[in-house]
C-alpha cells in the first residue's frame, strides 16, 4: 500500500500532476485511486470524465473521485448532523438553513481523511493518490488526527458525562436537546478511525507529501513554509515537482526575462529542499487533458521511473526544546563545514555555511527569537534559539 499527497499553492497544476501520476501508477499495474480533496474540484476535468463522490472506474486499474461533503456528512456524520439539526430547530432555525449550518468548519476536511482510511482498510486499491487542497488547508486537514486525539482522550468524556447528568433536566425545563450516547458513540468511532489514519499519515513506509510548485518567487516561498511545518508535524516529505519549466524549445526574445527568471528560481528550489530530489515537468504547448495526455506527461515526469517508489526518507528539518531553548536541526549533507553565519529576516532564517546558503521559513514559535549559536553534529546544523526570548517577546506584544 503506498499513499501520495500532491500539494502546492493554488494553481500551481497538483490536480494535473495527481491524475499524470494516477494514470501511471495504473499503468504499471497498481490498483490506483485519486481522490481530490479541494471543495473546487477540478479533476473530473483533468480526465474529462464525470466523477461522483464514490471511486469512478476510468480505465484499467484507474478510479478516482470527487468528495462531496453532503455525502460523506451523510456516511460519517449522520447521527452527529441530525442532534445539531435539532439543536439548530429548538432555537427556530429554518430546516433548510439549518441543514447549510450543519456543516461545521473542519467537518470536510475530516471527512476527506476518512475517505483515505477507507481505502486503505478496503483493500481494493494498491495505491491511494490525494489531489489535496491549496497548501493552508492541506496543513489544516492533516493537523486533524492530533487535534481530534485529544480531544477524545481530554474533552469527549468530561463532557459526555456532564451532558448524561443534564440531558434530563434541559429535555424537561427547557426542551433543549442535549447529544444522546448514539452521538457520542458515533463522535467516539470517527474520532479513532482518525486516530488511525494519523499513523498510516506519518508512516514513512507507506505515506509521502510531494511538493508541486512553479518556478516563481511567490510559489517557492510557499512551498518552503509547507515544507516547514511538514516537518513539524513529522509527515514525510519525498519528492519536488517543479511544473511548468520553459522547454528548451522555446526561443524566442519574448520569452528571454522569463527563461532567465526561471533559471534563476529552479536553482532555488534545488538549494532550498536539498537533499530532497527535485523532477522538472515542462510547459506543454497545449492543455493537458485527458488520459492520454496525462500519459505524455506522466512519461515527462517519471520516466522509467516507479512513481510508487520512495525517492528520499528522513526529515530534512526538526524543532525540539531542551534546557529551555529550542533547537532547530536542519540536515546539510554534503556541505562543508565552516564558518557559520546566521541572519534573522522576517519569518526566514538565512544559514550561510562556508559557501552554502539556505533560507528557512521558520516556525511560529521561533520567529523573534533571538539565536544562541549554532554548530554541527556529523551532517545536522544545530541552531539554538533562546526561549526566554519567547517570555521577553510576549511582554512586549503586551505592552
Not at 432555525?93 to 441543514?99: I, N
Request: proline share 6%; aromatic share 10%; hydrophobic share 40%.
Amino acid at each position: 500500500m503506498r499513499v501520495m499527497l500532491y500539494t502546492g499553492k493554488g494553481g500551481v497544476g497538483k490536480t494535473t500532476i495527481s491524475a499524470a501520476t494516477a494514470v501511471r501508477c495504473a499503468e504499471l499495474g497498481y490498483r490506483t485511486v485519486v481522490l481530490s480533496t479541494d471543495l473546487a474540484h477540478s479533476l473530473a476535468d483533468s480526465f474529462d470524465q464525470p466523477l461522483g463522490p464514490e471511486p469512478v472506474p476510468l480505465s484499467q486499474n484507474l478510479w478516482a473521485q470527487e468528495s462531496d461533503i453532503y455525502f460523506n456528512l451523510d456516511r460519517y456524520w449522520n447521527t452527529v448532523q441530525r442532534w445539531i439539526n435539532a439543536l439548530f430547530a429548538w432555537r427556530g432555525v429554518d430546516e433548510l438553513v439549518a441543514e447549510e449550518l450543519a456543516v461545521l468548519p473542519g467537518m470536510d476536511e475530516l471527512a476527506n481523511l476518512l475517505w483515505i482510511d477507507t481505502h486503505r482498510k478496503s483493500g481494493n486499491f494498491d495505491v491511494i493518490i490525494v489531489d489535496c487542497a491549496p497548501t493552508g488547508e492541506t496543513l489544516r486537514l492533516l493537523s486533524f488526527p492530533e487535534i481530534a486525539r485529544w480531544w477524545v482522550e481530554k474533552l469527549l468524556p468530561v463532557h459526555r458525562r456532564m451532558a448524561a447528568f443534564l440531558r434530563p433536566v434541559m429535555r424537561t425545563w427547557i426542551g433543549m436537546p442535549l447529544p444522546d450516547d448514539d452521538v457520542y458513540d458515533s463522535v467516539q468511532e470517527l474520532f479513532v478511525q482518525l486516530d488511525d489514519m494519523h499513523a498510516t499519515l506519518v508512516d514513512p513506509d507507506v505515506t509521502t507529501v510531494r511538493l508541486v510548485l512553479n518556478p516563481e518567487k511567490m510559489v517557492i516561498k510557499e512551498a518552503q513554509r509547507t515544507y516547514t511545518y511538514l516537518n513539524l508535524f513529522g509527515y514525510p516529505s519525498d519528492l519536488v515537482v517543479c511544473n511548468r519549466v520553459l522547454p528548451p524549445a522555446v526561443r524566442d526574445e519574448y520569452f528571454a526575462g522569463w527563461r532567465e527568471s526561471q533559471e534563476a528560481y529552479r536553482q532555488q528550489v534545488r538549494d532550498t529542499f536539498a537533499p530532497l530530489p527535485m523532477v522538472e515537468v515542462p510547459l506543454f504547448g497545449r492543455e493537458i487533458v485527458g488520459i492520454p495526455s496525462l500519459s505524455e506527461m506522466a512519461r515527462e515526469l517519471y520516466a522509467d521511473r516507479d512513481p510508487t517508489e520512495i525517492l528520499y526518507r528522513g526529515r530534512i528539518q526538526t524543532t525540539e526544546q531542551h534546557d529551555g531553548e529550542y533547537l532547530l536541526k536542519l540536515r546539510l549533507p554534503f556541505t562543508q563545514k565552516g564558518n557559520v553565519h546566521l541572519l534573522a529576516s522576517g519569518d526566514e532564517l538565512v544559514v550561510h555555511v562556508g559557501n552554502q546558503k539556505r533560507n528557512v521559513v521558520l516556525p511560529r514559535a521561533l520567529v523573534g527569537l533571538p539565536t544562541l549559536g549554532a554548530r554541527f553534529e556529523d551532517d545536522v546544523l544545530i541552531v539554538r534559539f533562546d526561549r526566554q526570548g519567547e517570555v521577553n517577546h510576549g511582554a512586549r506584544e503586551r505592552r
